[in-house]
């Protein structure tokens, strides 16, 4: 990203690449020291990637992903992103889940899970990719940090007491035109179960997902391209609204 300049798919028949997912998930955590060691910060939460059939379908995937996110990737509602500072920026909006307990796997289930979780946050996830065109497979995305580039989170947790986070529907539009929508059950069919299995997943690596983090459940519809100028706004029931402005040359 320093350079925006995007290179050759990893995997690509170019490549020669023997590469396989434990490989990027190596690469990954190389790629997070990196980012780490040049800008300060630490990691606060986790994304979770593809988790819906749009998403995989779109990027020709059959599996979630997933990656750390670190603070300085991290940004409030009404945000203004400088797109300079990034090569092929597409948005996607998505449930957060915020930690109130620790939560180590492996065998962690959605009810364990649900009483984790202090409550949800409307969110925007602004994805990117360091490979040419988008033209990735699962090692690329992974290796990348799941494509993730920032994220723009509302102000208010809301508890989950009383309602289900899979039946939240979300409409999202860019310039005060409709663009796409969703519900909560596209993240893996339920964005609580998408925790425990994050949790679940990270536990061969020694990895507890810590209270006050939160997680990105994964995008409720197919991720869509910005340019300078729109303004994407992302309305959810139950949790409100979170907005992202998109300009060039403020870095």
């Not at 690449?17 to 020291?33: C, G």
């Not at 993240?187 to 179960?193: E, F, I, K, Q, R």
Request: hydrophobic share 45%.
């Amino acid at each position: 990203m320093r350079t925006r300049q995007p290179i050759a798919p990893l995997t690509s028949p170019e490549s020669s690449s023997s590469l396989d997912v434990d490989d990027a998930y190596q690469i990954q955590q190389e790629m997070v020291r990196l980012i780490l060691d040049a800008d300060g910060g630490r990691p606060i939460g986790y994304k979770l990637g593809l988790t819906s059939k749009p998403m995989q379908e779109m990027l020709g995937v059959d599996q979630p992903d997933y990656a750390p996110v670190l603070s300085s990737m991290v940004f409030p509602d009404g945000h203004t992103v400088d797109l300079d500072r990034y090569i092929q920026p597409r948005v996607e909006a998505e449930i957060a889940l915020v930690l109130g307990e620790d939560l180590t796997g492996p065998g962690v289930t959605p009810m364990q899970a649900w009483r984790a979780v202090d409550g949800a946050v409307a969110a925007i996830e602004m994805v990117d990719s360091r490979i040419q065109d988008w033209k990735i497979g699962l090692v690329d995305t992974i290796s990348d940090l799941a494509s993730s580039a920032a994220t723009i989170l509302a102000s208010r947790v809301v508890p989950l007491d009383g309602w289900d986070p899979r039946l939240t529907g979300m409409v999202v539009s860019r310039n005060g035109r409709v663009a796409d929508s969703g519900a909560g059950a596209a993240a893996l069919g339920d964005p609580v179960g998408a925790v425990a299995w994050l949790a679940n997943t990270l536990a061969p690596y020694g990895v507890t997902l810590e209270a006050g983090w939160f997680v990105m459940t994964g995008a409720l519809h197919r991720a869509f391209p910005v340019e300078a100028g729109d303004v994407v706004r992302a309305d959810f029931d139950r949790l409100g609204s979170v907005t992202v402005h998109f300009t060039r040359g403020q870095s």
